[in-house]
C-alpha cells in the first residue's frame, strides 16, 4: 500500500513540475508530466490490487 | 445573436442531431426499471440502489458519468481559458483521489453491505448510535449536493443556448424528462444511460482533441498561441505564478477527500456488487481522468481559436460551434447534455435516500415499511429536482456557483465521521460532532468574510479554506475526543474501585 503514497508525492510537490521544457509532442513538462501520472497511479492501483494480503 | 425574430437564430442542423440521442435515452430511460429487474421494485435497494448487483464495467460507466459532470466539461475549460495552468488543479484532483477511493471505499462498501446500509450517514449511525452525528451527515449531504445539481441543469442550459434556443421551455422540458424517468426506474436509469452518454462524450472528446488542433496547427501551437493571449490579458498563464502552488497543490487534496463523501458518489459505490468491483474500478476509472485532461485542453484552444464570450462557462459551447459544421456541434451539445442527465439522476437520488433513511424514517415516519420507503424517495427525488430547477430559473447563476463552492467545503467536513471509524475506534462520536460543528461554522465564516473566495491567506499563503476547515475539524474533535474519553475512564476507573 506504500506505493500509494507515490501519486501524492509526485503531484502534490508542485515545485516538481512548474516548468515548461522539457517539451514533449508541444505539451510543456507541467501539462505531459500531470498526464503521465495518470497512467502511473493506475499501474501502481494494480500493482496494489495484486499484492494486497487476503 | 441580436436578431429578434423568432427563431431566426436557431441552428437547424444542430438541433435535429441534438434531439436524436435525447430521444434515444428517453426511451433507455423508462427502459431502464425493466433491466436485471427484481421481483419489486418497491424497497429502496432497488430503486435507490439498483440491487446493489452492478459489476465492475457498469460501475465504471456509472461512477465514471456520475464523477465527471457535465458541469466539469463546461467549468473546467472555462477556468482553464480565464486562469491558464490553475484550472488543471483538477488533474491532480482526479488522479489522486483513486489511491483514496481504493484505500477507502471497499472497506466501507463492506461495512453498507453487512448492515444494510444505503446511505453514509446510515453507516455513521450503525457505527456510533449518535443521533446528532447522523443528521449532521445526512443534511450535509442533501445540502451540498443541492446546487451541484442546479449546476447540471445550468450544463443542459448551456449547450441549449448555444444552439440559438431563448427561454425556459426547453430547459424544463429536459428536466421533466429526467424528473419522470428517475422516479419509474430509480438507480437504474442512469446506470443504463450511463453507457450513451460515456460513449457519446468519448467520441466528441477524441474528436475535439483530434481535429480541432490540427486545424489550429498542432499542439506546439495552441499551447504558443494561449501564452501569448494571456501574455496580452495580462492575467493567467502556461505555468502557475509561485504564489498559486499552494492553492492549486490544497484545492487537489481537499477535493479529492471531499470528492466520495458526496450522495451521488457514494450511491455509485453502495450500488456496486463487491469490495473487489471498487478495487477494480479504482485502477480502471482514471481512464476517465485522460479525457478529463483534454477537455481542460479546450480552454486553451479556445483562446487559440479566438474564441470571444461574454460569460467563460459559454466556451466550449461557442469552441464547437465554430470549428465543426453544424450536425456534428448538435451531436457533442447531446452528449454534453445527456451528460448531466446522469449525474442529476444520481445525486437525486442520493440526496433522496438520505432524506428518507436518515430524517424522514428516523424522525417522522419511523414504522416506514420498505416499500413506503422507496415511496418517499422517489417523490423526494422529484422534490430535490424541481427545487433545482427553480433555483436555475429564478435565481442568479452565480448563487449556484457559489454554493456549489460552499458545498465542496461543507461535504469535506463529513470525512472524520464516515472515514476515521474504518481505521480506528479511537474517535467518539460527540468528539466528530464538534469537529464537524467547528469545520462548518468556522471554513463558512471564513468563506464569507473572504468575499465568497476558495482560497484564504494563511500567513501570506493562499491555503484551500474547505482543507484548512477539514483540519480544524480534525484538531477539535481530537482534542474532545482526549478531553470526553479521559473523563469516561476517570469515571470507569472509580466505578471499579467500589
Known amino acids: ?54 | 445573436m441580436s436578431g429578434s425574430i423568432p427563431g431566426a437564430n436557431i441552428h437547424w442542423p444542430a438541433l435535429i442531431v441534438f434531439v436524436a440521442p435525447f430521444g434515444l435515452v428517453t426511451v433507455m430511460g423508462f427502459v431502464a426499471a425493466r433491466w436485471r429487474r427484481p421481483s419489486s421494485m418497491a424497497h429502496l435497494d432497488e430503486w435507490g440502489l439498483g440491487g446493489r448487483q452492478f459489476g465492475t464495467w457498469i460501475t465504471w460507466f456509472l461512477v465514471g458519468g456520475d464523477f465527471y459532470t457535465a458541469y466539469t466539461i463546461i467549468a473546467v475549460p472555462a477556468l482553464v481559458y480565464a486562469a491558464g495552468a490553475y484550472g488543471f488543479f483538477a488533474l491532480p484532483y482526479t488522479i489522486i483521489v483513486y489511491p483514496l477511493v481504493f484505500a477507502i471505499m471497499p472497506r466501507l462498501w463492506e461495512e453498507a453491505k453487512r448492515h444494510g446500509h444505503v446511505t453514509a450517514a446510515d453507516v455513521v449511525h450503525g457505527r456510533y448510535r449518535y443521533r446528532p452525528l447522523e443528521l449532521a451527515v445526512a443534511l450535509t449531504g442533501i445540502i451540498a449536493v443541492m446546487p451541484y445539481i442546479a449546476l447540471q441543469l445550468l450544463g443542459i442550459q448551456t449547450v441549449i443556448e448555444a444552439m440559438g434556443l431563448k427561454g425556459e421551455i426547453p430547459l424544463v422540458a429536459a428536466f421533466l424528462i429526467l424528473a419522470i424517468y428517475t422516479y419509474s426506474s430509480g438507480l437504474r436509469a442512469p446506470a443504463l444511460i450511463a453507457f450513451v452518454k460515456d460513449g457519446l462524450i468519448y467520441v466528441v472528446v477524441l474528436t475535439a482533441v483530434a481535429a480541432i488542433p490540427m486545424r489550429l496547427g498542432g499542439y506546439g501551437a495552441v499551447f504558443h498561441a494561449a501564452g501569448t493571449a494571456f501574455a496580452a490579458k495580462g492575467a493567467g498563464g502556461l505555468l502557475l505564478r509561485p504564489a498559486q502552488m499552494l492553492p492549486f497543490a490544497t484545492l487537489a487534496l481537499g477535493s479529492a477527500m471531499a470528492a466520495f463523501m458526496y450522495p451521488h458518489t457514494i450511491t455509485g459505490i453502495f450500488a456496486s456488487s463487491s469490495a473487489d468491483t471498487i478495487r477494480k474500478n479504482a485502477i480502471l476509472l482514471p481512464a476517465y481522468t485522460v479525457l478529463l485532461g483534454l477537455i481542460a485542453l479546450l480552454g486553451y484552444m479556445a483562446l487559440a481559436a479566438g474564441v470571444k464570450v461574454a460569460n467563460a462557462t459559454q466556451v466550449v459551447p461557442a469552441l464547437f460551434a465554430m470549428i465543426f459544421p453544424g450536425w456534428f456541434a448538435g451531436f457533442a451539445f447531446a452528449a454534453i447534455a445527456i451528460g448531466a442527465l446522469v449525474p442529476a439522476a444520481v445525486m437525486s437520488i442520493g440526496a433522496a435516500n438520505l432524506f428518507t433513511r436518515n430524517i424522514w424514517k428516523r424522525y417522522i415516519n419511523p414504522g416506514a415499511t420498505a416499500a413506503g420507503e422507496a415511496q418517499v424517495a422517489k417523490i423526494v427525488s422529484l422534490a430535490v429536482k424541481l427545487g433545482a430547477l427553480l433555483f436555475i430559473v429564478f435565481l442568479p447563476t452565480q448563487y449556484a456557483i457559489d454554493l456549489q463552492l460552499l458545498g465542496g467545503l461543507w461535504i469535506l467536513q463529513t470525512f472524520p465521521a464516515v472515514v476515521l471509524g474504518l481505521f480506528t475506534g479511537w474517535f467518539c462520536a460527540p468528539a466528530l460532532f464538534l469537529g464537524w460543528a467547528v469545520g462548518i461554522g468556522g471554513g463558512s465564516w471564513v468563506v464569507f468574510a473572504d468575499g465568497l473566495k476558495p482560497v484564504h491567506s494563511v500567513m501570506g499563503h493562499g491555503v484551500y479554506v474547505g482543507l484548512l476547515a477539514l483540519v480544524v475539524n480534525l484538531a477539535v474533535a481530537a482534542l474532545a475526543n482526549l478531553v470526553l474519553r479521559g473523563g469516561r475512564e476517570t469515571r470507569l476507573e472509580t466505578m471499579n474501585s467500589f
Open chain 1, 1 to 54: 500500500m506504500w506505493l500509494l503514497v507515490l501519486p501524492f508525492i509526485g503531484l502534490l510537490w508542485v515545485p516538481f513540475y512548474n516548468h515548461p521544457t522539457p517539451e514533449l509532442f508541444g505539451f510543456p513538462f507541467f501539462y505531459w508530466y500531470q498526464l503521465a501520472w495518470v497512467p502511473v497511479t493506475s499501474l501502481l492501483l494494480w500493482l496494489a490490487y495484486r499484492r494486497r494480503p487476503r
